[in-house]
């Protein structure tokens, strides 16, 4: 399951500091060592308190701790939050909107430039003294109420990106805010394969891209000659046919493996795209 941020999160668990319907920033503790899909719907900034926080890509794992600030870009992650001798695990979890990055940029970085070169989705930032009294001195805002607090909030995070761009890492750190802003450039196919495998909706889809709904099936369109549901189950259903004729998993464990969260929806499709079952075309060695 992914869970998506920051409009869902165990409540329980979190303070959070929310103007209007969607949170602004969480504090986040979990008392168990876990592993979990994120879908982040805007970018992200994690402060790690106690514990530490691990990314996971597909050929390496990053392990962060009090001692870093993580700069994620919006879309899906996979994170574990892990601690020791049974203390729970802490962090501030502040979200970013293109807003501000613009705003933030046009008011305080003379240099326009843009990165040359990609820029990974996410940025390791060292702490330092300074940080560190930050987050100790934000952490206090979710404690207790403070007047005028959305003002307040919104001159701290003008600090914190002040703090971040005066560091060593300044260059990385403003690579990573404008490669942030230019998302909706980058080609739809990319972003649909990035994302194939995981189970998100065309809203979602159409979020990390940095395009309103419309605008995203209208260029979707253009590119494709199809609708975005109708190339996402013809690209699952190709790859589910990979995996039928060279692995030994089961049905449902291709269909969970392709994207699908329903095994009999996925069979339907199969057998309307093919003309037979997952199962025929395995036992009979059919070549799609």
């Known amino acids: 399951m992914v869970t998506k941020f920051p409009e869902m999160f165990e409540r329980a668990a979190n303070a959070e500091l929310q103007f209007g319907e969607v949170p602004f920033a969480i504090y986040k503790t979990e008392k168990n060592n876990r592993q979990h899909s994120i879908f982040l719907t805007e970018h992200t900034l994690i402060f790690v308190l106690k514990g530490h926080k691990k990314l996971h890509f ?27 001798d049974e203390q729970p695990y802490e962090c501030i979890v502040i979200f970013i909107k293109d807003s501000f990055i613009r705003r933030f940029l046009h008011d305080n970085v003379k240099d326009k ?34 007047g005028h607090l959305k003002e307040i909030i919104d001159v701290k995070l003008q600090e914190l990106f002040l703090l971040l761009t005066g560091s060593p890492l300044n260059k ?22 990035k994302y194939l495998l995981q189970q998100l909706s065309i809203e979602q889809l159409a979020r990390v891209s940095g395009r309103s709904l419309a605008k ?12 975005p549901r109708q190339w996402i189950n013809q690209e699952r259903l190709a790859y589910s046919s990979i995996l039928l004729h060279n692995t030994s998993d089961s049905v449902a464990e291709i269909a969970y493996a392709a994207g699908f969260d329903n095994v009999s929806h996925f069979i339907k499709l199969f057998k309307r795209q ?15």
Do not use: W
């Open 216 to 227: 995203f099936k209208r260029d979707f369109q253009q590119e494709f000659q199809c609708t």
């Open 172 to 193: 990385q750190v403003l690579s990573f805010l404008h490669s942030a802003l230019a998302e909706h450039r980058l080609s739809l196919d990319y972003l649909m394969r």
């Open 113 to 146: 430039h843009e990165p040359h070169s990609p820029v990974a989705d996410f940025l390791i930032v060292p702490s330092d003294p300074l940080l560190d009294s930050f987050k100790t001195q934000y952490k206090c805002y979710f404690d207790q109420e403070v």
């Open 274 to 288: 093919f003309g037979f079952t997952p199962n025929s075309a395995r036992t009979e060695s059919v070549m799609i």
């Open 58 to 84: 597909p050929d390496h794992v990053i392990d962060v701790d009090a001692k870093h600030i993580i700069l994620l870009k919006r879309g899906v992650h996979v994170l574990s939050e892990y601690v020791a």
